[in-house]
C-alpha cells in the first residue's frame, strides 16, 4: 500500500486498504490507517481522508497519533479547506497529541491557500511561543499570505526573521 502512495498513485492505495484487509479478515492498524489518509492527501481527497480518519477514531482499538493527524492536515491543507484543518489540529490538543511543526506547517500553508494571513502569522507565532522552529514551507507561507493582503513590508520582516533564526 506504501509503494503506492510513495509512486503517487492513491487510487491504487485505497484499493488495497479496502479489499485486502476484509479479503483476508485482517483488521487494518494505525499505520495501515496512516497510509491510506497519506493516499488520500496525494489525490486531493480530503472527505475520504476525514471518513477514514473518523473510523479510526470511532475504533475502540485504535487511536490516532501524530502522524495520524498530519496526514489528514496535509488532505486538509491540499484541499484549501483550513478552518477543517484548524479544528484538527485544536482537535489534537485536545485529545492530548502534541502538535509538531509539520502540524503547524500544514495549517498555515492552508490559511495561506484561503488568504487568511492573520492567522498565518498568529500559527507561526503559536509555534515559535511552543519553542518549534518553523519550517520554509511555514515561513513562505506566511509571507505568500502578507504579499497576497498588499503587506509587502510584514512579509519582509518574516523573511529577514527566517534569514536570522537559519544564520544566527
Known sequence: ?????????????????????????????????????SACAKGRKFELALELFEEMQSSTELEPDARSYNALLHALDNCQEAELALD???????NSVRPDEI?????????????????????????????????????NAVMGAL?????????????????EARDP
Do not use: W
Open 147 to 163: 504579499v497576497k493582503r498588499g503587506d509587502a513590508e510584514a512579509a519582509l520582516q518574516v523573511f529577514t526573521e527566517l534569514t
Open 88 to 94: 484538527h489540529l485544536r482537535q489534537m490538543e485536545a
Open 1 to 37: 500500500m506504501n509503494a503506492m502512495v510513495v509512486r503517487d498513485r492513491p487510487v491504487e492505495a485505497m484499493s488495497i486498504f479496502r479489499g485486502a484487509f476484509p479479503k483476508y479478515s485482517v483488521a487494518p492498524n494505525v499505520v495501515s490507517y496512516n497510509i491510506a489518509i
Open 103 to 139: 502540524s503547524y506547517s500544514c495549517c498555515i500553508s492552508a490559511m495561506e491557500k484561503v488568504g487568511d494571513a492573520e492567522r498565518c502569522v498568529e500559527l507561526l507565532r503559536e509555534m515559535e511561543e511552543r519553542g518549534m522552529v518553523p519550517t520554509t514551507k511555514a515561513y
